[in-house]
C-alpha cells in the first residue's frame, strides 16, 4: 500500500534559531490570504509544545485550522507543507472538526489564539 511522505524539514539547531509565538502569528498572518485562497483553510489556533512555550528544537508547530470550503487530502498536505516551508519547521495541521473528542478538551485548553 502506497502511503505520503512528508518533505522533511530540517530541524532548528539551537533555541535561537526556533521561532517565537510572535513570529508564528506574524508570518501566519501574512499568509492568511493565501492559505484561506488558495489551500481553504483559516488558521485559528496554535497548541501544543509552542503554545505552551516548552518546545525544544525537535518539536514541531501545531496549528489549529477550520477548512473554509471542501477540500482534498492533497489539498491539505499542501496547506501542511506550505506552512512548513513559510514557518521553516515541521507543522502538524489540524482541522479543528477532525480533532477526537477524547483530545478536544485538552487541545481546546492549549491552543493560543492566531
Known amino acids: 500500500m502506497a502511503t505520503a511522505r512528508r518533505q522533511s524539514r530540517p530541524l532548528p539547531k539551537t533555541r535561537e534559531d526556533m521561532k517565537t509565538l510572535h513570529d508564528i502569528r506574524?508570518?501566519?498572518?501574512?499568509?492568511?490570504?493565501?492559505?484561506?485562497?488558495?489551500?481553504?483553510v483559516n488558521i485559528?489556533?496554535?497548541?501544543g509544545s509552542y503554545a505552551r512555550q516548552e518546545q525544544r528544537p525537535d518539536s514541531d508547530i501545531d496549528l489549529l485550522a477550520d477548512i473554509l470550503k471542501p477540500?482534498?487530502?492533497?489539498?491539505?498536505?499542501?496547506?501542511?507543507?506550505?506552512?512548513?516551508?513559510?514557518?521553516?519547521?515541521?507543522?502538524?495541521?489540524?482541522p479543528r472538526r477532525d480533532v477526537r473528542e477524547e483530545l478536544k478538551e485538552a487541545i481546546l485548553r492549549d491552543t493560543v489564539a492566531l
Open 26 to 40: 506574524r508570518i501566519i498572518h501574512q499568509h492568511q490570504d493565501v492559505l484561506a485562497d488558495k489551500y481553504g
Open 44 to 47: 485559528v489556533g496554535l497548541f
Open 71 to 94: 477540500i482534498s487530502l492533497f489539498e491539505l498536505v499542501g496547506a501542511e507543507l506550505y506552512l512548513g516551508e513559510i514557518l521553516d519547521a515541521k507543522v502538524d495541521l489540524i
